[in-house]
């Protein structure tokens, strides 16, 4: 399994986009399932803020994650970046791969200078704190409970001794 930048694949973009709209679009005022599609082709085009990283397994992408400017408009004024839409598909799940795409994330968030990552989650708020982020808030988002929680990238890559590189390839 790898982990690379979404613009490796854009194949995989309109599928996912799908199922990123039907995971998440309750908790956003009118987002659109082009509006998904939109975000993901914007992404494929940089490797810098804001990108999408995907796993993949031979040519399948099994999951992704996004390293975001803003992930929910409702929660702009806490700061910036954001980790957002990690996603693995259902049977690719339990074996590690979330994990995997947090810490890639996390890594390419310190080398780009990153100093404090933040996301929101409704449900797996034990898994990330295992992965040392940290609780900031709790709070809703059009009327669902969420919590927002934080790491500093840099000091994550540091503890974990995951190289600075991370596992992942990036071509431009």
Not at 23 to 33: G, I, K, M, N, S
Not at 90 to 112: F, K, M, N, T
Not at 140 to 153: A, D, Y
Request: one cysteine or more.
């Amino acid at each position: 399994m790898r982990i690379e930048p979404i613009g490796q694949h854009p194949a995989c973009i309109e599928p996912l986009a799908r199922l990123h709209h039907a995971e998440w679009a309750p908790l956003y005022d009118d987002w659109t399932l082009e509006a998904a599609t939109a975000e993901l082709h914007d992404h494929a085009a940089r490797t810098s803020l804001p990108t999408t990283l995907v796993l993949v397994d031979d040519d399948r992408v099994l999951g992704s994650v996004s390293l975001l400017i803003e992930d929910a408009p409702a929660l702009q004024d806490r700061g910036s970046p954001w980790l957002g839409s990690l996603f693995v598909l259902p049977e690719a799940r339990g074996r590690g791969s979330g994990r995997l795409l947090v810490d890639a994330v996390v890594a390419h968030a310190a080398r780009e200078g990153v100093v404090l990552l933040r996301l929101f989650t409704l449900w797996h708020e034990d898994f990330y704190a295992s992965l040392g982020w940290q609780v900031e808030e709790r709070t809703s988002l059009h009327g669902t409970p969420v919590v927002i929680m934080s790491i500093r990238p840099a000091q994550r890559v540091a503890h974990t001794g995951a190289p600075s590189d991370a596992a992942w390839t990036m071509h431009d």
